[in-house]
């Protein structure tokens, strides 16, 4: 082998890692919004059952941010002063983008909601957990497909 045909399979194998690189940071990011998405409806399907259970409605209030939260109950000036059980992205890396402008919860025994939704955003995209009228959860993807979750219709 010469030193040019060495230089190039050097600088092949150096394109082909950081490719690499960049596809597994690409991924460890789209897994840490999919983690704390899962995290978020899991919060919300205890709150769903609490209210079910106890014949209680459920009101729902959030602040968007890197430090963002949701909670029940009152509304806080902060997610440093909210009382309670709450759903925070402090210190995970994924900002909550956004939460409805209008009320959302959950009702009582006939497991009814105020539809609504949340969106928790990184750089490896978005993802928007919907609440539907009839009390379901579901996740989608905002931009494009994420770890297999589909796009929001």
Known sequence: MSLIEMMVVVALVAMCTLWG?????????????????????????????????YNRSAVLWGIAGTDGCVGTGTSPSGCDNAVGKIFATRGSGVELLAVSEKSMGFYGLRNAALAGHITLKNSAGSLRIVLSVRGRLRTCSEAQPLLGIGLCQ
Do not use: D
Not at 25 to 43: C, P
């Open 21 to 53: 690189i960049h596809s597994w940071r690409n991924y460890q990011q789209a897994l840490k919004l999919e983690q704390s998405a899962q995290q978020l409806r899991l919060y919300l399907f205890g709150v769903q059952a609490e209210a079910n259970n």
